[in-house]
Structure formats: C-alpha cells, structure tokens
C-alpha cells in the first residue's frame, strides 16, 4: 500500500501552511484503486451542495493553478450524464471528464467515469459521512486494471502540463531524493 | 545550465502533452517493449507509433534496448523519476482543490447564520 498523505511536502518552498493538510490522505488501498479521504469543517448537507451544484463546483475543482472549469453539467438522479471541462487560461487547453451517475443519495454517489483521453471508464465511489459538524469525504476509484489506475495517477499531467511546470522544475531542480 | 534544464523541461512537457505518447510512457513502465508490440494496442500504424517514440527519444524519456532485431524501447526510469512523483503530484492537485472547499464552505456557513437570523 503506498500512501502520499506524508509525502515530502517541504518539497515546495513556496507553500503555505497547509490547513487540514494533516487530515487528507490519498492511498492505493489495491492495485486498481485510488482512495482519497478528507475532512471538512462542515455539516454533510453543506459539503453536498458544494459537490452537487454547478455554481459551487465551478468554485473550487478546479486542479492547478491557471485552470477554469467552463462545463459543469452535474448528473441530479441516476442514470443522468455528467460532464465537466476544464480550459488553461494562458494556453486556451482544454481538458474534461464524465460520465453516468448510478446512485445519489444522502450518503453516497456512485458514478461512472471517462476522463478525456483514458482508455476505459473508472467507478467513482463517493461516501460523505458526519460526525459533531464535521464531514468525512472518501472518494474511491476504480479502475479497470492497475496500468489504467496508475494512468490516471499520472493524469496530474494531463492538468499539469502547463500549469504545474514550475512546481515540476522545482522537484527536478531539488535533485534525487 | 538553468536555460538547458529549462529547454529539458520543455521537451518533457511536449513529449507528455499528448494522451498517445503518455500511454505510451504508462505501457513501458511496465517492461520494454517493441515498437510493433506497441503499435497493437493503440491500433496505430508502426511508423504513426515510430513518430511518437521519436518525440519521447528526444525528450530522454524512452531509449532503445541492446537487442539489434526487436529494437525494444524502454523507459528512461532515472529521467523520469524526479519528475513522476505521481501519487504525491496527485495529492497535491486535490489538496488545492480541497483547500479551495474549505474556504468555500466557510462562506456557505457563514451565509447560512446569516439566514438564520433572517
């Protein structure tokens, strides 16, 4: 099992204190998943709104620097279609994801998932769960195979390309660890 | 020095930017392998695949293997390595979005008081 959760995080001068930086963690509980869980200083309804609704999403999912969301077509029962794009604002790249939404409920949403480029969709599990005003986001991907799951790890550059270059140029410059 | 490290980078960045080249670079991670083997999956012709193992060939990212007949191409781990800490790289593109979710939950929360005491 590997885990980032610790992972080098003085790597990038540059950054702030990280809050809640402690509490994300992402894993690869099998060999055809990506599990990330994170907690939110927030009731379950309100972080629900921020992950169902269109003028919400566009907010923050949006990966890294210099990227904006311009489709955000949310998927409201299953069997909807969802999709999202993304445009860099320096070099007018465009990058999206979507799918089919199998279950939304309270709890959990369940869709499936073709980002731009993938050869094969991915099931996305989402699970909220609250507890004393605090809610626990688990998002587990999977994959149909490990070499899928480990393209859509490296799908970061998919985003990254132009965006995250100099947080690239600084872990190359930073030498062998 | 800076400038070549640069121009480096920018040969990687090119190399990577398209999705065939970059399963390309997910396929070998896997193990060498010859440039019909990696035609199949793509269902790409062998000199549209040699096109691309070129770009990756000039970026340092992929080399060719000792055997003469096959030619297996083969990932340039070490070039590679410093820039694919992918799991980390992934983590921290969440984390940002995730940081931006926190923000935004304070403002709904904030917002929602404020009804309240409409």
């Known amino acids: 099992?590997?885990?980032?959760?610790?992972?080098?995080?003085?790597?990038?001068?540059?950054e702030t204190t990280m809050k809640n930086a402690s509490t994300f963690k992402v894993?690869?509980?099998?060999?055809?998943?990506?599990?990330?869980?994170?907690?939110?200083?927030?009731?379950?309804?309100?972080?629900?709104?921020?992950?169902?609704?269109?003028?919400?999403?566009?907010?923050?999912?949006?990966g890294p620097p210099g990227w904006e969301m311009v489709v955000c077509n949310v998927a409201t029962k299953p069997g909807d279609r969802f999709r999202y794009e993304w445009r860099n604002t320096e070099t007018g790249h465009q990058f999206g994801t979507g799918g089919v939404a199998r279950e939304i409920?309270?709890?959990?949403?369940?869709?499936t998932e073709v980002m731009d480029g993938a050869p094969s969709e991915?099931?996305?599990?989402?699970?909220?769960?609250?507890?004393?005003?605090?809610?626990?986001?688990?998002?587990?991907?999977?994959?149909?195979?490990?070499?899928?799951?480990?393209?859509a790890l490296k799908s970061g550059m998919e985003h990254g390309v132009a965006?995250?270059?100099?947080?690239?140029?600084e872990l190359l410059t930073s030498g062998p660890a | 020095m800076q400038q070549k490290r640069s121009q480096q980078l920018d040969a990687i960045f090119a190399a990577l930017a398209d999705s065939t080249r970059?399963?390309?670079?997910?396929?070998?991670?896997?193990?060498?392998?010859?440039?019909?083997?990696?035609?199949?999956?793509?269902?790409?012709?062998q000199p549209a695949i040699s096109k691309h193992l070129k770009v990756l060939e000039r970026a340092g990212l992929i080399s060719r293997g000792?055997?003469?007949?096959?030619?297996?191409?083969?990932?340039?781990?070490?070039?590679?390595?410093?820039?694919?800490?992918?799991?980390?790289?992934?983590?921290?593109?969440?984390?940002?979005?995730?940081?931006?979710?926190?923000?935004?939950?304070?403002?709904?929360?904030?917002q929602e008081k404020g009804g309240a005491k409409r």
């Open chain 1, 163 to 169: 965006a995250s270059y100099n947080r690239l140029e």
């Open chain 1, 122 to 151: 991915s099931l996305v599990t989402t699970d909220f769960v609250e507890e004393g005003g605090k809610t626990t986001v688990t998002m587990t991907l999977l994959f149909e195979s490990k070499e899928h799951r480990d393209m």
């Open chain 1, 27 to 62: 894993t690869t509980p099998s060999d055809k998943e990506i599990q990330m869980t994170r907690v939110f200083d927030a009731p379950r309804p309100l972080v629900k709104d921020a992950f169902s609704k269109p003028e919400l999403l566009k907010k923050w999912l949006l």
């Open chain 2, 22 to 45: 970059r399963a390309i670079v997910a396929r070998l991670a896997s193990g060498e392998a010859s440039v019909m083997e990696l035609a199949k999956p793509f269902a790409m012709s």
């Open chain 1, 1 to 14: 099992m590997n885990e980032a959760g610790t992972a080098k995080a003085s790597v990038n001068q540059g």
């Open chain 2, 66 to 110: 000792q055997d003469r007949q096959r030619r297996p191409r083969r990932l340039e781990a070490k070039r590679l390595a410093e820039a694919t800490r992918w799991l980390e790289r992934y983590r921290r593109i969440w984390e940002a979005n995730f940081q931006r979710l926190d923000a935004l939950l304070e403002e709904l929360k904030a």
């Open chain 1, 105 to 111: 409920s309270p709890g959990r949403v369940v869709h």
